[in-house]
Nanobody, 111 residues
Framework: VELVESGGALVQAGGSLTLACQGS????????IDWARQAPGEGLVWVAG???????YYDAALKGRFIISRDNSKNTVYLQMNNLQPEDTAIYYC??????RGPGTQVTVSS
């Protein structure tokens, strides 16, 4: 199982980013893929997930700003993040069913 995140960047408050998570080594289309983030000095927080049937869940505080989607033809799950705020600064990870994670991608939001 391998997951690789991409798309992290430095962005100004109010901006948007779309992260991508590409998976390999497992049956991607049948897997639940989750996104989590870890801010400096804090624990891991699960922010969103998408099931094989396309059903999604979100952390209640982020719903409305973050949108998760998947393209099984590309073995990729996306996390669109809108109206980013400095408190969204974190390393963002994707995971297979809240298990194996990728190395993460850094998102930094400047005020």
């Amino acid at each position: 199982v391998e997951l690789v995140e991409s798309g992290g960047a430095l962005v100004q408050a109010g901006g948007s980013l779309t992260l991508a998570c590409q998976g390999s080594g497992f049956n991607f289309e049948s897997a639940i893929i989750d996104w989590a983030r870890q801010a400096p000095g804090e624990g891991l927080v699960w922010v969103a997930g998408i099931f094989s049937n396309g059903q999604t869940y979100y952390d209640a505080a982020l719903k409305g700003r973050f949108i998760i989607s998947r393209d099984n033809s590309k073995n990729t799950v996306y996390l669109q993040m809108n109206n980013l705020q400095p408190e969204d600064t974190a390393i963002y990870y994707c995971a297979k069913q809240r298990g194996t994670r990728g190395p993460g991608t850094q998102v930094t939001v400047s005020s």
